[in-house]
């Protein structure tokens, strides 16, 4: 690698000694709507990355160009992008740009997400689709993606953004490993420690009563769509230049530029919105500044108002170019604010003083642009520089109620000690209190030149990062702690106790295009180097450092303007993605286990001693990053207008995070119990406990004898598994003139695997002899779930201009989904024991089945071999982990189901349109049978569910 980098460092500036004869190329930009000049539109020329702005008479100049045959681009808010292919010659050097003002008179607006634009699988989504898909929040958006199936506006819960999936639900690492960007900066949650505690996390995650991603990815309830300007989701291969992700990336463009006051009300049964936007054009050459507020509430359900949801949002961004007849250099700063609460109280079952709340608040800024040096070392340097702190509190008002006298647990160190009672009943007050803070740089050059007939760009960049928690953590009052019936649970901690974690990246990608005869192949090839907690540049104080290589490339067979075969291109790409562990990954909480030693009660002389076990290092040194190794093939083919896009993909996640059980010998000191009252008994620590003798007045020690118990925590591990497959399409018709509508037909079918792939130890939950179950069982690794969908989704779009209106119509059909439960190492030979065999145990509906353990470890700590042909009477059969009924692993199929949508946009006048959404217009619930199950009937579809939009220009 710094041999690698000395070699760049030395030829870099070679690379832009390639000479010609150059020109400056000039011309003006224009509103075709009244042909007034447009100030502050990039434009630019695509092939050599090289672009510049028009100033307040709309005219701009790009330098040094050598001839050729390129593509012009120029953007504005609220303008429709231009895209022209031009020749720029000795001769021809003044263009003359028509830009069109974003409305539905045009003569074509998209409202649907466009493919097939880049070298990888990417989604780009409008300002026009977004306003025409009226989301709630960012996630909203994502249903416009092929594979995806719609779903009605929610936030009553969180929200994580998850790419190529099917269900998320219980799995922390599908939003952990999507990579949000908002102007170029990366949203990040790896500091969120929301939880209640790590040492009790089962199941492979952590949880609380309150809204929390911790572990997770962002919420993006907290993200309004209203105020974004354009999207670009990518699901197969990434640039090298995105790091710290797994699955895909969503970059999220906010609005910059003029606009008119723009005003939105929009209302469905459980959400109600209002948003408020400006773009101001500041005299003379000031710049733009954008300001726009959101404000959501929304209820889980309107005949049961008690869990509601609060969002309250506000941006302001200045963007200006500076120095645009010689180098132009853009300036933007985004400050962006959100208070977001979720509360759930006054429900009929619970306490008027019982609340779950969730309270975030959060402040952003992003400082960005890039810098046209168009030198013979970089044609472009690009920074970003973004920083986010934030206030997150999450509370838990609830009663506990205890059938007996209770330990309060008290002590934070291991040893016995006296221990006052518990009130029979008392209010909890727990609070969470999290203060995470984020800074990211970056700072990326760009090369662009020719080689030959061919065209290189070549970038590298270096990327720092630093995230912590300055927060007070949990705190309680230890007299009247959370679940008091638990033989242990997590102490009060201080989050400002735990270090900061940086992060170091470095980044080199080159991006070629190269004509072959009447064919060309567009390559990119890039390597990531992440260093976590960099004590150098190459040495990691947390042993963890990162190598991404990957690479898009895609072959134009045919590209032509032809009424018969007009395109066909072959695509492939191949990429290592990684993603370092959270904070809450890398320092989990103490562990506490409390045993009562001695309880004797009659007030008021009442003596209670509690034997503490600490566990204080509940880390895991060896934890390492997950990694996603992902593969996608694919062809665009364009025949008499027709365009069939088809990618078939591949990914492998390993070592996903998740938290894993561990069990521990406690031996600790038993005193017999005294069934007299009135002893008055008294604890002196390092001789035991006595009492008076009553008639002799002597003291008297109180026998003990030492008991032996299995205590257990969990621990972060590298467990999860996930294997993706599947195929995407989509088939776009064109438009049909004469019905004024067009039609694409796009869909997926994918193969999510998701497993455990370590083994675990695991007590059975019973007794045996009055007493804990005595063994632990080390189970086999593989225990998951196969999701299994192909859909198709049938979209019709009528555009009639006349009317400025326009109508989308999806119909939705699921033509099969299929889910089982597996138990399975990691050659997919199931781990699952029946008592009398069978052909195949997942299919088999007769027998009980069961997972049997390699091994068990008794009180004493040695390890015995499980003999399951002997284990036929307790405590030994009690380690047969019995799955449930006999058709456990049945694979359970749903037959095919549609859902048709409907979408309207109406324009009513240059400064008011009506938007409308209806989702399962029919309201089509059928009850089906669920294949493999016997009696079970589920119905699929959600409700119908109706909203609409109001927005106002002035």
């Known amino acids: 690698m710094k041999r690698f980098l000395f070699i760049l460092l030395i030829c870099w500036p070679a690379l832009g000694t390639y000479s010609q004869q150059r020109v400056d190329v000039a011309g003006q930009v224009i509103n075709a709507a009244d042909d007034k000049m447009l100030e502050m539109v990039a434009v630019g020329i695509k092939e050599l990355n090289l672009w510049t702005a028009s100033d307040m008479e709309g005219k701009f100049l790009l330098k040094n160009i050598p001839p050729g045959k390129y593509t012009m681009q120029a953007s504005c808010l609220g303008f429709e992008i231009y895209e022209q292919p031009v020749t720029v010659s000795l001769d021809s050097r003044r263009f003359t740009i028509r830009m069109q003002p974003t409305t539905l008179a045009l003569e074509e607006v998209v409202v649907l997400a466009k493919e097939g634009k880049k070298l990888g699988s990417t989604s780009s989504i409008s300002q026009s689709a977004l306003e025409h898909v009226q989301p709630a929040d960012l996630s909203d958006v994502m249903q416009l993606l092929p594979g995806q199936v719609s779903i009605n506006p929610d936030l009553s819960d969180p929200k994580q953004l998850s790419i190529r999936d099917i269900s998320t639900q219980g799995d922390p690492m599908a939003g952990l490993g999507t990579l949000l960007m908002i102007d170029g900066a990366p949203v990040s949650n790896d500091a969120n420690m929301q939880t209640l505690g790590t040492a009790k996390a089962s199941l492979g995650t952590v949880s609380s009563n309150f809204a929390s991603t911790a572990t997770g990815g962002a919420d993006v309830r907290q993200i309004p769509v209203d105020n974004i300007e354009s999207i ?142 168009n030198t013979a070392v970089l044609t472009n340097l690009n920074y970003n520089i973004s920083g986010n702190i934030q206030h997150q509190i999450g509370r838990e008002i609830d009663q506990e109620s ?351 695997k998701k497993q455990d792939m370590a083994e675990h130890w695991e007590k059975p939950i019973t007794t045996y002899q009055n007493r804990p179950y005595p063994f632990i069982g080390i189970y086999p690794a593989g225990d998951g779930k196969i999701n299994q969908r192909f859909n198709t989704n049938i979209r019709t779009v009528t555009h009639i201009r006349e009317l400025r209106m326009i109508v989308t119509l999806t119909t939705q059909i699921i033509w099969f989904e299929k889910t089982r439960y597996i138990y399975e190492d990691e050659n997919g030979n199931p781990q699952v024991y029946t008592e009398i065999p069978v052909d195949n145990v997942y299919e088999d509906r007769t027998q009980i089945k069961y997972i049997i353990p390699r091994g068990y470890y008794d009180l004493t700590g040695t390890y015995h071999e499980f003999n399951v042909e002997e284990a036929t009477e307790k405590p030994y059969s009690d380690l047969k982990d019995r799955t449930g009924n006999p058709y456990y692993f049945v694979e359970r199929t749903y037959p095919p189901i549609y859902q048709i949508n409907l979408r309207m946009t109406k324009e009513l006048s240059d400064g008011a349109s009506l938007s409308f959404y209806v989702n399962n217009i029919t309201n089509y619930k059928p009850l089906q049978k669920i294949g493999g199950l016997i009696n079970s009937y589920t119905r699929r579809n959600q409700s119908i569910y109706f909203g609409a939009e109001l927005k106002l220009k002035f």
């Not at 609005?255 to 005299?283: C, H, M, R, S």
């Not at 090839?525 to 004590?535: H, K, L, S, W, Y």
């Open 402 to 752: 205890l059938n007996g006298p209770m330990p309060q647990p008290v002590s934070k160190v291991a040893g016995i000690f006296e221990a006052p009672y518990l009130p029979s009943r008392y209010i909890s007050d727990v609070t969470i209190d999290g203060r995470p803070f984020y800074f990211n740089s970056k700072i990326t050059g760009t090369k662009t030149f020719h080689i030959g007939e061919g065209m290189n760009n070549l970038r590298g960049g270096v990327e720092y990062k630093i995230y912590g928690n300055n927060g007070d953590g949990r705190v309680y009052d230890m007299a009247f702690p959370p679940n008091p019936t638990s033989s242990g649970d997590a102490r009060p901690r201080s989050y400002k106790e735990i270090p900061s974690l940086g992060q170091l990246s470095m980044f080199l990608e080159e991006e070629l295009s190269l004509p072959l005869g009447p064919t060309k192949l567009d390559l990119q090839a890039g390597i990531r180097f992440t260093n976590v907690q960099p004590e150098s540049i190459f040495r990691s104080a947390e042993n963890t450092t990162m190598l991404d290589p990957r690479v898009n490339m895609k072959y134009s067979l045919i590209d032509r303007n032809s009424k018969g075969l007009g395109k066909l291109s072959l695509r492939f790409g191949y990429g290592v993605f990684s993603k370092a562990p959270t904070l809450l990954h890398y320092y989990p909480d103490k562990a506490y286990t409390d045993r009562m030693s001695f309880n004797y009660y009659d007030p008021p002389g009442s003596l209670l001693l509690l034997s503490t076990y600490v566990e204080e290092d509940t880390r895991n040194y060896d934890l390492k990053p997950a990694y996603n190794r992902k593969m996608e093939a694919g062809f665009d083919l364009t025949v008499a207008g027709v365009e069939l896009l088809v990618t078939a993909f591949r990914e492998k996640m390993t070592d996903g995070f998740s938290f894993h059980r561990k069990y521990n010998l406690f031996i600790y000191d038993k005193y017999e119990t005294l069934s007299e009252t009135g002893l008055n008994p008294y604890y002196i620590p390092g001789e035991g406990v006595f009492y008076i003798d009553p008639v002799t007045g002597d003291p008297v020690s109180v026998p003990r004898s030492n008991d032996t118990i299995w205590t257990s925590y969990s621990y972060p591990a590298n467990t999860e598994s996930t294997t993706k497959k599947g195929l995407e399409y989509t088939l776009d018709f064109g438009t049909l003139r004469v019905l004024r509508t067009s039609f694409v037909l796009d869909g997926a079918y994918l193969y999510v």
């Open 232 to 373: 670009e989701v990518v699901r197969g291969i990434a640039s090298a230049e995105q790091g710290d992700v797994l699955s895909g990336v969503v970059k999220v463009n906010l609005k910059k530029g003029k606009t008119p006051w723009i005003g939105k009300i929009k209302i469905d049964p459980n959400i109600k919105q209002a948003y408020v936007g400006k773009g101001f054009n500041l005299a003379g050459s000031g710049g733009a500044i954008n300001v726009d507020m959101d404000f959501a509430r929304s209820v889980d359900d309107i005949r049961f108002p008690y869990k509601t949801y609060n969002r309250l949002t506000g941006s302001v961004a200045y963007s200006n170019t500076f120095l645009k007849q010689w180098k132009p250099l853009t300036f933007s700063l985004t400050g962006r604010y959100a208070d977001c609460r979720d509360t759930e109280e006054t429900d009929p079952d619970m306490l008027d003083y019982e609340k779950f709340e969730s309270h975030d608040r959060n402040l952003g800024l992003v400082l960005s642009g890039k810098w046209a040096l």
